[in-house]
Structures are given as structure tokens and as C-alpha cells.
């Protein structure tokens, strides 16, 4: 299949990728995972200043973000939420 590699790249790893290419501070980026039957939740912690560049003018960016991981999800057979964690640091 044409997608097969997606499968050996976990989710959180692809993420957070994609969080250090956008942020101005890189080290900083954690996902933490949490699976449960059938779903897995990603939440994206970044330092406050970070946290305006993953959200987008009117939740573009974290809505295109939940968009490519639901397709990611479907293709794994789980579906995949994205949260950003609220705690400032």
C-alpha cells in the first residue's frame, strides 16, 4: 500500500515534527499521548509565547492540523484527537 510508511511513524512523532517546524522554540515541545480503545488523544504543550503560532489567526493552523490527523487516523484505524495544553509555563 501506498501509505504504509505512516504506520512505522507513530502519530505523536509526526506531530511534533510539524509543532517544531512552526514554533520559535523547538526543545520546548512535548506531546503527550493518551490511548484508549479505538482513539488516541495528542496534546501539544509549548511554552506561551509558542502557543499563538500553533493556534493560527482564528484556529487555522490547529484546524488544518485536526483535519491531517483524522485522515492519519482513518488510515491507522483509530481516531486521532489533538488538544493544547492549557497550563501556561
Known amino acids: 500500500m ?3 510508511h505512516f504506520e512505522a511513524e507513530a502519530p505523536e512523532t509526526i506531530l511534533k515534527g510539524i509543532i517544531q517546524a512552526l514554533v520559535a522554540y523547538p526543545e520546548e515541545v512535548e506531546i503527550l499521548k493518551t490511548d484508549s480503545p479505538g ?3 495528542l496534546t501539544i504543550d509549548v511554552i506561551s509565547e509558542d502557543r499563538g503560532k500553533i493556534i493560527g489567526r482564528g ?6 492540523l485536526n483535519t491531517l490527523f483524522r485522515a492519519l487516523g482513518g488510515k491507522i484505524g ?7 495544553q492549557e497550563e501556561y509555563r
Open 2 to 4: 501506498m501509505y504504509d
Open 39 to 41: 482513539s488516541t488523544v
Open 59 to 64: 484556529g487555522s493552523i490547529i484546524k488544518s
Open 78 to 84: 483509530k481516531q486521532i484527537f489533538l488538544e493544547i
